[in-house]
């Protein structure tokens, strides 16, 4: 096979090893790629509230002039609250925030509102700042009457609540946003609470871009260059032992015919022929051909390289050929 077509094999191998490096080539310059999104400019603001009250009165818990923060449940004996809502950055300074804080009664009847009344507890609006503070003083005494004369005015239309309400609007690093919460009260006999109320807010910038992800192909590139290398590498070993190594074809056809009609064949010294008629034939095996039509026998002389048939019309011959010899 070899013999016959090593400059096409080599040939075809040579094209296989410059289709992989090509196919490296190329996985290498267009690597698998997925989008992923970053977040930019990424903001936040906080609004949250706390209560302080000083203990006025004599107070079976409390000696008069304790001072709590924001503790579980406030003693009637300290009825002064003062409600602080504060509302903060932690990137960048604001440029422009204002406050609303407002007492607000509702009755509510099947969780549906049907009579609502604020009351303006203070407000706070400043620029250029990383945060800003409302601090408001509520009457909790003056809150439970009116609480309960409103009650009284609902009767079993409804039930009436009331709630600090804080609103924050601002303007931060490009974004306008607001915030908002609601702390209920609620009253006891010797008590009152009001809940700890907290809003927060995020803001970012989608930023989208490509990158190279592990690739997932079946061959990789690395893969794909050591099978052109490999590749290459047959192919110049092919061409190498055709020039230098590959039997000449016509030795190769004369040693298998040889062997195919070796009982046809005697080894001898052939003489000149003299003015017989010669007939030389292209094979080895058509001179075979015509010894067995004439029932002769083919002489081989080893020292000419000659095989001959002789017959009363002819002499048939053919003369081995050289490695390097044209078939």
Known sequence: MLAKRGPAVALVLALLALAAFGAAAWTTAHPPT??????????????????????????????????????????????????????GST???????????????????????????????????????ESVTTPVRID??????????????????????????????????????????????????????????????????????????PSTRLVPPWALAGAGGLLALAALLVVGWYRAWRPSVPRLAEAVHRH?????????????PGDALVVETATLED?????IDAGSRVIHDPERGRYVVVTPAAHYRYDARADGDDA
């Open 34 to 87: 997925t989008t992923v999104t970053d977040r930019a400019n990424v903001q936040h603001v906080a609004l949250d509230t706390s209560g302080r009250a000083t203990v006025a009165g004599d107070g079976a818990l409390h000696d008069p002039g304790t001072v709590l923060d924001d503790p579980a449940v406030y003693p009637r004996a300290a009825p002064d609250l003062v409600y602080t809502a504060r509302t």
């Open 287 to 291: 001179l075979v051909d015509v010894g």
């Open 140 to 213: 909790t005494e003056r809150v439970r009457e009116r609480l309960a004369d409103y009650r009284a005015a609902a009767g079993d239309a409804g039930s009436v609540d009331v709630a600090v309400r804080t609103t924050a609007t601002y303007r931060v690093a490009g974004y306008e946003g607001s915030l908002s919460t609601s702390a209920p009260l609620a009253f006891g006999d010797a008590w009152y609470d009001v809940e700890s109320a907290a809003d927060t807010r995020r803001h970012d910038d989608e930023v989208a871009r490509t990158v190279a992800v």
């Open 91 to 129: 990137n960048a300074s604001f440029a422009r925030v204002a406050q609303n804080v407002t007492l607000v009664y509702t009755a509510t009847r099947d969780d549906e509102t049907f009579w609502t009344r604020a009351v303006p507890l203070g407000s706070n609006a400043t620029t250029d700042t």
């Open 260 to 272: 195919r009609h070796d009982e046809w064949i005697s080894t001898g010294r052939v003489p000149e």
